[in-house]
């Protein structure tokens, strides 16, 4: 039987791991190798890494940083951070990623066809990042949330799906960091809009909040951040991850809903 | 003494398996030199992407004649995973291109009822069910779990060379075996334990 993949989103600024609270307040998490080995012997799903400063700085994440992670990740890893070119691409591949995130550069959709053809539609995952314009809209942002696509979530991933793209990253920026549970409307609509995977972000803070989001939005992967670093109320730092167990009692029993 | 490389056709993530097996305490090498792979005593064919690509590349190389030849004359093992097991079969939807025909097979692309459901890539973890004994499952339960990512599925015309299954709305091969020729859909790679053990198993043939 199928399962969603659940998957840690790990942050990186200045070399360190931070959390943020909707996509400002980095705090300081800890050394995201050493996170790696954690989640190694915790067997998680898959990983994914995104250099929330790299597309502002005009750089690319770190090659050296994506080896490194490749010499320890013993599951699946995606790594998003200044992808602009399809050499960057093939670098972060040949460091040992399994996937792409692109946010920034989405709009190039030229760029993201040329992707999806030379790389393989699974290799390329685009990241939605989502939140209310002023009094306006429900848009689609990139450039760490500064820059308005002018895009819905919807006809963005659309557009992306046409063009190649093997799976959505639907991230609400309002909900980040505030572990209350995800955007439950906004995943749907998409889920709803295309036929390639969606992953929800942003907002999940225990494990219903993932079974919420998979049996009512059809997400295909549930992805979060401070639910995998924080612990407790008083969120103090501990890398964590559901036992196997759990996620087998959550996900392959149809009579929950 | 064993001689293991691993095929470099330039489709897709080679360091993934290099390394498990490292962690696994073997020393694989990645290599696209025919005179190399004339001489290993097990390949390993990965990849990831377009079928009619990897055929070009293969062909290219200079690839295509030699790994027929060690294959099927010199009965070396050989371990196809994900696109690699796909390439074994006669022909693909993906390009409408021919691959090595090794097995009576063809490769499909998912055509799923349920799309809000069952999404196209097929990605996530899934159950692999034994068709039939294998040493690939030596030790592992005969419902296993893997990592998948594909579009594509193969459709076997030969019964007898199913090795296992996986349902995704409906039941596709995940696994084919015939011989030295072993080929697996998902990524054991990325499979934690399961994926470790799995390749450890086709270690000892």
């Known amino acids: ?49 995104l250099d929330i400063m790299a597309s502002k700085e005009k750089r690319l994440i770190s090659l050296d940083f994506v080896s490194k992670v490749g ?16 050499e960057h691409i093939r670098q972060i591949i040949a460091a040992g990623a399994e996937k792409v995130i692109i946010n920034t550069q989405a709009t190039n959709t030229a760029f993201i066809r040329e992707a999806a053809d030379t790389f393989g539609s699974s290799t390329i995952a685009v990241c939605l990042d989502v939140k209310k314009k002023l009094f306006g809209k429900v848009q689609t942002w990139v450039m760490a949330g500064e820059k308005s696509t002018g895009y819905s979530p919807v006809d963005f991933a659309r557009m ?18 505030m572990m209350q549970g995800y955007d439950i409307n906004l995943i749907k609509n998409v889920s709803e809009a295309v036929t390639i995977p969606v992953i929800a972000l942003g907002g999940a803070g225990n494990l219903s909040h993932l079974n919420q989001a998979y049996r009512d939005a059809y997400a295909n992967g549930l992805a979060a951040g401070s639910m995998f670093v924080y612990h407790g109320p008083r969120k103090g730092i501990l890398i964590n991850y559901p036992e196997k167990t759990e996620l087998n009692n959550l996900f392959y029993n149809e009579n929950i809903s | 003494m064993d001689n293991l490389i691993i095929i470099d056709y330039g489709m897709g993530n080679l ?52 790994l027929n030849e060690a294959v099927l004359m010199k009965k070396i093992p050989i ?31 998912f055509t799923i009822k349920d799309q809000l459901k069952h999404k196209v890539p ?15 499952f030596d030790g592992l339960s005969g419902a296993q779990e893997f990592y998948f990512v594909h579009s594509y599925h193969i459709k076997s015309n030969e ?47």
Request: aromatic fraction near 8%; charge should be negative.
């Open chain 1, 1 to 49: 039987m199928f399962r969603p993949r659940v998957i840690p989103v790990l942050l990186l600024k200045n070399k360190g791991l931070v959390k943020s609270t909707k996509f400002r307040d980095h705090h300081y998490i800890g050394d995201p190798i050493n996170a790696v080995k954690i989640f190694n012997d915790l067997k998680a799903d898959e990983l994914a890494f």
């Open chain 1, 71 to 86: 010499e320890e990740a013993n599951m699946p890893f995606a790594v998003g951070g200044g992808i602009s070119t399809l």
């Open chain 1, 160 to 177: 992306m799906q046409d063009n190649g793209v093997g799976e959505i990253i639907i991230q609400s920026i309002e909900q980040d960091g």
């Open chain 2, 15 to 66: 360091h993934s398996v290099k390394k498990k097996l490292h962690r696994i305490g073997v020393k694989a090498d990645i290599s696209n030199n025919p005179e190399t792979i004339k001489k290993a005593s097990k390949l390993f064919l990965p990849g990831v992407g377009h079928f009619s690509k990897a055929m070009q590349n293969l062909k290219e190389l200079g690839l295509y004649d030699i």
């Open chain 2, 79 to 109: 371990l196809g995973i994900c696109l690699g097991l796909q390439l074994m079969a006669k022909h693909s939807e993906e390009g409408d291109e021919y691959g090595f025909g090794w097995f009576d097979a063809e490769v499909v692309k």
């Open chain 2, 122 to 136: 097929h990605m996530g973890w899934n159950h692999v069910i034994a068709n039939k004994s294998s040493i690939l």
């Open chain 2, 159 to 205: 019964p007898t060379d199913i090795l296992a299954t996986t349902d995704y709305e409906y039941p596709f091969v995940s696994a084919l075996e015939k011989e030295n020729i072993f080929g697996v859909q998902f990524h054991p790679e990325k499979s934690h334990d399961a994926g470790e053990k799995m390749l450890a198993n086709f270690l000892k043939l």
